[in-house]
């Protein structure tokens, strides 16, 4: 069992479910754990239906398939988060009951491409692959 005791998943206001912070948390301070066994082979990945492709991140050149609670962080234009080795680090104050977010540019593979419902300020309106 993964230590993630100090977030939730429950209904999201950007998306879906998302991952809910139940402390507070400190810039550099590990937020979440991913669990990075499901790596996809190739084929795998190009067999993967349309709504399960975005699970899918690139970790250390492989596709992995994220599970859950990873798997429900929304992304955001002005994310609290950034993923680091199988981790999601806090780089904001994150405080008790604010939505865990991650920029998915970096991880979402090359060519996947989807709508931006994150609502910041920043906002692009969409987010693109941009991790090879
Ligand atoms: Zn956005």
């Known amino acids: 069992m993964l230590p993630n005791t100090d977030i939730e998943v429950r209904k999201s206001r950007i998306q879906g479910r998302g991952v809910f912070a ?8 590990t937020v979440l754990v991913w669990d990075t066994s499901y790596i996809l ?10 709504d399960q492709r975005h699970f899918v991140v690139r970790f250390k050149g492989e ?24 981790t999601d680090v806090a ?20 060519g996947e491409r989807m ?8 906002c692009t309106g969409y ?6």
């Open 41 to 50: 082979t190739d084929d795998e990945y190009a067999r993967l239906p349309e």
């Open 91 to 110: 780089v904001a104050p994150i405080h008790a009951g604010d939505e865990i977010t991650s920029d998915y540019r970096s991880e979402m593979p090359s």
């Open 63 to 86: 596709w992995l398939y994220m599970q859950e609670p990873a798997r429900y962080v929304n992304h955001s234009c002005e994310a609290n988060t950034v993923a680091r080795d199988g």
């Open 22 to 29: 139940l402390r507070d948390f400190t810039p550099g301070e």
């Open 127 to 132: 987010i693109e692959g941009a991790a090879v």
């Open 115 to 122: 709508k931006c419902l994150c609502g910041t300020k920043s």
